[in-house]
């Protein structure tokens, strides 16, 4: 019929747009062909078996099928769009992969260009001559087209001012082998001539004692040395004091202007000591020698008496005879009116150390007081023994003239050392500095010290040297360890920057818990304190000594602890990290830094290191102490900051093995080799520096 041909016209119309359009008209259409089912089913002119009717329905069918054929194109066509889809993606990926290379090639040419355009050549730093004066000279050669090029070409200037400066420099550098040829020529008459100058004083010597019978003959005086006023001071000092005295000032005008020499104490008691005439003529105490002399026999044949005689023949009563001996004892123990005052300043510190040298006539000793100024309050102020042990053994207790030991056991006094608080110190080397030596009596007058030899007299002037130069080192090492021993008071460990990479390359995790003072040191010298504005004079003390340098001596590869003095420093430190505790007893012995200090270590459970890494890391500290000083930027007075930075470290090491112990691959190739080694698992605390890992000690 007429609308079946219709429907079937529309239907194949509808397929030729886009597939979301077909779908859209198929089933506008399907939908129509159902309608038209339906009504033609519901109207009354329908029949069974009509044919309009089944036209619909193949419509209808057909419709279905045309659907099905949409949908499939429809589907097709959404693969078709994302694979496009796809590759249009990874094609923008590609490009954008391409321009981030091409940016990171441009930035690091960029960087590349930035450090070709700032680098500067070691030549730049060169004093050299400069590039006009270079091409003055060659204008003044007249090459005028030379010139020009280098004007145009600074690569070409360059060059030409370096081969100038190698000129010049090789020809100074021939001026400095003449130079150094000539005063080694020099050095070489200079020598020969002081030869000649050092055998002069034994001539003269020979001369003044064929001569002085002469001048005994015409009552002559020679001084025999520094001519001073006849009032001065030094005009009455003792022969021994007058030694030092001249020797002293003599180094203070020669050498170093810096030191100040004086004479301290009762002038006229010294003038009526020496008697009417030696105060009138003015002599240097010599000439009161002989009298002093003749008062020690005169007191030791007073002694014998007293010892020997009898109790029922003496008219004397027990108690006179005590106060006699106690009167001859304070006689012994008196010292002379006068006294040699010496002032040594540090070097390189702002301390300065005043000693007072007496002499006691009757024992024939001099005996030695101190006190220190400038240092300040860094180390306790009790601990002002800055003198002891400069001689090995020598702490000014012992008493150095054996002969006058029989009158003291004569008249039943102590031993010398409870004496020190009251006349000082009797330091060998003091007795040296006066020309006193041990078991040796002064000599009685004025010729016989004339007619002494030469070589005492190199002696006393070298030891000066030495003494001063030891005193000056002690005193800036007091003023150095006190820096320390106040930053450790603050858990600060000073570490010189220059070399804390290379000698503590771990960075520290353990921590300084605590640092005290174990018990204050009681010095029994006497020696006077600080200054009343309250600076403190610094000297702990221990066995050990000074040793002329200023590096750290040598000693035998097993260190034992210093004996303990009466003026040792001591004190109680704590390290700690996590449960792991180490505590420390620092001992500071008064020759550091030239004898180190002594860490006796302990750790206490639970959590604390075992006895074998305990010793290892107490060896480390007190054996191998010159590696943490070994770097030449750093000071030896810095000792004991790096000693306690070691032990920080070591203790780093032995809980970072410890945590990890069971993990074999921790740390390796990392921190170091091996995590532990042997039955007593010890640890690894030496840093290899060649192959920056911690390895084990041989």
């Not at 007893?585 to 290191?609: C, D, I, R």
């Not at 191998?624 to 000071?635: D, G, R, S």
């Amino acid at each position: 019929t007429r609308a079946h041909t219709h429907t079937r016209t529309h239907t194949a119309m509808v397929f030729t747009g886009r597939p979301s359009a077909e779908v859209s008209a198929v089933c506008e259409a399907l939908r129509a062909s159902i309608d038209r089912v339906q009504k033609l089913r519901a109207g009354d002119a329908h029949k069974p078996g009509d044919s309009e009717v089944a036209a619909a329905v193949t419509d209808t069918s057909l419709l279905f099928v045309r659907l099905k054929q949409v949908l499939r194109a429809s589907f097709s066509a959404v693969r078709e769009a994302s694979a496009t889809t796809d590759d249009s993606k990874q094609r923008v990926s590609e490009l954008d992969l391409q321009l981030q290379n091409l940016l990171y090639q441009k930035l690091h040419l960029t960087h590349e260009i930035d450090k070709c355009l700032q680098f500067r050549s070691r030549d730049e730093d060169l004093d050299m001559l400069a590039a006009d004066d270079v091409l003055a000279e060659v204008e003044a050669r007249g090459d005028a087209e030379e010139a020009a090029t280098l004007k145009a070409d600074a690569h070409k200037l360059r060059l030409l001012q370096l081969d100038r400066e190698r000129q010049e420099r090789e020809k100074l550098r021939g001026q400095l082998e003449e130079l150094r040829t000539r005063r080694k020529a020099l050095d070489q008459t200079n020598g020969a001539r002081l030869r000649q100058l050092d055998g002069i004083p034994g001539q003269l010597n020979a001369v003044l004692s064929a001569a002085l019978p002469l001048v005994e003959l015409l009552g002559a005086h020679d001084d025999g040395g520094l001519s001073f006023a006849p009032d001065a001071p030094a005009n009455f000092l003792p022969r021994v004091l007058y030694i030092l005295f001249m020797h002293g000032s003599a180094y203070r005008e020669a050498h170093d202007p810096s030191i100040a020499v004086d004479v301290d104490g009762d002038v006229e008691a010294a003038k009526t000591l020496l008697g009417e005439e030696g105060a009138e003529q003015g002599v240097t105490g010599d000439a009161a020698a002989a009298a002093d002399a003749d008062d020690d026999q005169g007191l030791d044949d007073t002694i014998l008496d007293d010892q020997d005689a009898d109790p029922t023949e003496t008219r004397r009563t027990k108690s006179s005879v005590e106060s006699r001996q106690e009167e001859q004892r304070r006689q012994l123990l008196e010292p002379h009116p006068l006294q040699v005052k010496l002032t040594i300043p540090g070097k390189t510190s702002k301390g300065r150390v005043e000693l007072a040298f007496g002499y006691l006539p009757r024992l024939k000793i001099v005996t030695v007081t101190h006190t220190v100024h400038g240092l300040g309050a860094a180390v306790h102020p009790d601990t002002v023994d800055l003198l002891s042990e400069l001689v090995p053994g020598d702490t000014g207790e012992e008493f150095p003239n054996p002969t006058s030991l029989f009158t003291m056991d004569r008249l039943g006094m102590k031993p010398f050392k409870e004496y020190v608080g009251q006349v000082g110190r009797a330091y060998a080397w003091a007795q040296l500095l006066c020309g006193l030596q041990a078991g040796q009596s002064l000599p009685t007058s004025h010729a016989a010290s004339v007619a002494s030899s030469s070589s005492n007299q190199r002696t006393e002037r070298q030891s000066l040297v030495k003494v001063i130069a030891s005193i000056r080192r002690r005193l800036d090492a007091r003023a150095e360890l006190g820096s320390q021993l106040a930053s450790l008071a603050k858990r600060t460990i000073q570490v010189d920057p220059a070399s804390a990479k290379e000698l503590f390359p771990l960075k520290p995790t353990a921590k300084l818990t605590a640092w005290a003072p174990v018990g204050l040191p009681a010095t029994g010298s006497g020696d006077a304190a600080a200054e009343s504005d309250g600076t403190a004079a610094a000297a702990p003390s221990a066995a050990g000594s000074d040793s002329g340098a200023d590096t750290i001596a040598d000693t035998d590869a097993s260190v034992p602890a210093p004996a303990t003095t009466p003026t040792t420093l001591s004190f109680q430190a704590v390290l700690q990290r996590d449960q792991t505790k180490i505590e420390a007893l620092v001992t500071v012995p008064v020759g550091y830094p030239a004898v180190p200090p002594h860490f006796e270590l302990a750790s206490p459970a639970p959590g604390g290191v075992d006895i074998n890494n305990l010793h290892a890391i107490q060896s480390e500290v007190n054996v191998h102490y010159k590696e943490v000083v070994a770097p030449p930027t750093v000071h030896a007075a810095q000792l004991l900051s790096h000693q306690v930075r070691r032990l920080q470290m070591c203790l780093d090491i032995y809980v970072e093995t410890q945590e990890r112990e069971g993990d074999s691959d921790f740390g390796t190739g990392r921190l170091f080799v091996r995590g532990i080694r042997g039955r007593d698992r010890i640890r690894p605390y030496v840093f290899d520096t060649k192959l920056q890992l911690f390895d084990f000690r041989d």
